[in-house]
């Protein structure tokens, strides 16, 4: 599992590593019962402060979304993979784009709508422009 | 007012300890009442300028400088009276590899080396010198920058000391064998519970690995913060402003760096958000963002910061 990490995101970095294995999960790139990556690889593959990875991982147990097995390592939970996750990630994104709008002056309700406008002018799957 | 930056670490058990460290080399003063504290099993980054005394300080852990006043303590030993206790549990990176051994050839002076530390790992260090491409046969004065930073690495880390302290390890690094640096900095303290203390200019560099921050400057410790505090509090604050505003009064001292553009402000401001922006909006300001700083971002503000009587 790769995961993109950057320093110049406003999140902490733990954040980060939550709201990617959110993502993978969304996504259905993993699934309940599959092992993350041990606190020591990840903390090896990104380059990271290992605390930090744990204090992930941590979070992410205590929010249902994985298990730690005794001796055997960090699991996706089946808990994790129903809606909540998908709202949760959502949420996230909206509260990110609002802070976006509010930094430009732009209104929640002008950016519904512009959110409505692009949506129609793009590929419902793909998202791409459509010509 | 001024804001009263943190510099108090000691609520855990501390590796490293310093009390009032003073230092003069004939009119520079190096160190002016440096309270050093490193939490155990911390990556403690220390930031500053040239000359701000970094090298100084950790030269004292290892009992190379004498202070004119002042204490240190590494695991409750003072490097003055227990030297070679101090040193066998250190693992250090000075500054300058220009300290001696130039005549040896690498491979000798790592097993010159080894010879002073009961706990060296000799296949860990084979590991090592293999990653790094230690090239055994040539001579350690011949070496670059990034080379002997290698070696000094490889010294370092294959006694599996409690302690490291890394003066500018990056230094003269490639970006490629940087990365492959952090990521073998990161394998170890996760094998090795580890206390780090890291010194550099280069503050991108680490910013992932620093989970404590000490942010020096004129030989004094303006700041110690854990990485969270520091992300939490210091904030870059978007704002419209009426003209010719000049802002709370209360945030006095606490605003750390200027910036406007238009009758946009960007202020960087050491504090809780919710009472910044407050402040701000009673005083008159439209804030439009309040966003945490990068590691060298935040060192900038905190570095550039101009002195007030």
């Known amino acids: 599992m790769q995961l993109a990490i950057n320093t110049a995101d406003p999140r902490p970095i733990y954040v980060q590593i939550m709201d990617e294995v959110r993502r993978a999960i ?14 020591r690889q990840l903390a090896s593959d990104l380059r990271v402060n290992p605390n930090t990875v744990a204090q992930a991982y941590r979070e992410l147990e205590r929010a249902g979304v994985a298990y730690v097995r005794r001796g055997q390592g960090t699991f996706v939970a089946a808990a994790g993979t129903n809606g909540t996750e998908r709202r949760a990630l959502a949420a996230g994104v909206a509260e990110r784009a609002l802070v976006e709008a509010h930094r430009n002056g732009v209104s929640a309700e002008e950016l519904i709508d512009a959110i409505r406008d692009a949506a129609r002018s793009r590929d419902p799957h793909t998202l791409a422009e459509q010509p | 007012m001024s804001p009263v930056l943190p510099t108090d ?13 003073a230092k003069r080399f004939g009119r520079e003063t190096a160190l002016d009442g440096v309270n050093l504290q490193v939490p155990e099993g911390a990556v403690y980054v220390l930031v500053g300028p040239n000359g701000a005394g970094k090298s100084t300080t950790f030269k004292v852990l290892m009992d190379l400088v004498r202070t004119d006043e002042g204490t240190a303590e590494v695991f409750g030993l003072d490097p003055r009276v227990r030297g070679p206790e101090v040193r066998a ?9 220009d300290w001696g051994y130039g005549w040896m050839r690498v491979g000798r002076l790592l097993q010159h080396h080894a010879t002073f530390y009961p706990t060296w790992d000799a296949e860990y260090a084979a590991r090592l010198a293999e990653v790094f491409g230690l090239k055994m046969d040539r001579k350690f004065g011949s070496l670059s920058k990034g080379q002997g930073r290698r070696v000094h690495l490889t010294m370092a880390l294959a006694h599996r000391p409690r302690l490291l302290v890394l003066d500018e390890p990056t230094d003269g690094l490639d970006p490629v064998m940087l990365d492959e640096t952090l990521g ?52 870059r604050y978007r704002a419209e402003v009426p003209d010719g505003w000049a802002g709370p009064a209360a945030l006095n001292g606490a605003v750390l760096r200027k910036g ?19 402040q701000l909006t009673s005083a008159g300001a439209t804030v439009r963002d309040a966003a945490p700083l990068t590691l060298a971002d935040a060192a900038i503000a905190l570095l550039s910061r101009r002195e007030r009587a």
């Open chain 1, 26 to 39: 969304v996504l259905g790139t993993l699934r309940p019962e599959d092992p993350l990556p041990s606190v």
């Open chain 2, 9 to 21: 670490l000691s609520t855990g058990s501390l590796a490293v300890r310093t009390q009032g460290l």
């Open chain 2, 89 to 97: 549990q250190i693992g250090y990176v000075p500054e300058r590899h």
């Open chain 2, 184 to 235: 073998l900095l990161m394998d170890h303290i996760t094998e090795t519970p580890t206390t780090v203390v890291i010194s550099t200019h280069q503050v991108h560099d680490v910013d992932r690995l620093a989970d404590h921050v000490g942010v020096m400057r004129d030989g004094k410790l303006m700041m110690q913060v854990p990485r969270d505090e520091l992300h939490r509090k210091l904030r």
């Open chain 2, 260 to 278: 406007s553009f238009g009758r946009e402000i960007q202020w960087s401001i050491w504090g809780e958000e919710r009472e910044v922006v407050q």
